[in-house]
């Protein structure tokens, strides 16, 4: 950005920090942000494993949002769910992307709902699937069904799929309308079981398939600016068309920088 009117500091939350590379559209993504509203966006690479051994204020408090972008596997995830609810908690702008908006949904579970054994069945058997496997999805009409034990590869969820954002939500305001066209690369899925007890508390499930069997979209509705995706937004962003979830999480980003 030339001559930017000001900078913003943004942590990225991740296990492949050393690997800079593997982030390369959703850095992208977040300087076309920068773009849209004259700003700087500084990165703040964090590993995610040191939340799980260490306070994650000292590395924090400076930053005007928290990102945890997609990724697979328990490493690091306590970490990121304690980033989630650091976000949470101080009101500090979150971007929770694929794997990102999971762990926000497991934090939320735990801390807010009162299920504090919360978990992905990514991680191994739990008593509380938050998080589970994809096991069946609607593909035009017809139903595939997937087996929950077939080869991992198999149950990927791939590819543009449409959403259905929830009037009045932030999303629905974000995008400027209410049906969306994003990008998936994933094989797990938020438990809609759960939907009730997590919408008591304040996180609603703002994007759903046009089905509404599969939640694309979570934010916390009491939170400046809180919001979590199960798709790969930072696909289709442009530098002089940014994605609007991109943007829209610098503007907030920019708005707390004003704050602290």
Known sequence: VRNPEGEVTIAIVGKYTGLKDAYKSLIEALAHGGIAHKVKVNLDWIESETFEREDPAPFLDHVHGILVPGGFGQRGAEGKIRAAQFARERAVPYFGICFGMQMAVIEAARNLAGIPQANSTEFGETPEPVVGLLTEWLRGNELERRRANGDLGGTMRLGAYAAR????????????????????????????????????????????SPDGLLPEIVEHANHPWFIGVQFHPELKSRPFEPHPLFAAFVGAAKEQSRLV
Do not use: P, W
Request: proline share 0%.
């Open 165 to 208: 954002l929830a009037e009045g939500s932030r999303v629905a305001q974000v995008y400027g309308g209410r049906d969306i066209q994003e990008r998936h690369r994933h094989r797990y899925e938020v438990n809609t079981a759960y939907r009730e007890r997590l919408e008591a508390c304040g996180l609603k499930f703002s994007g759903m």
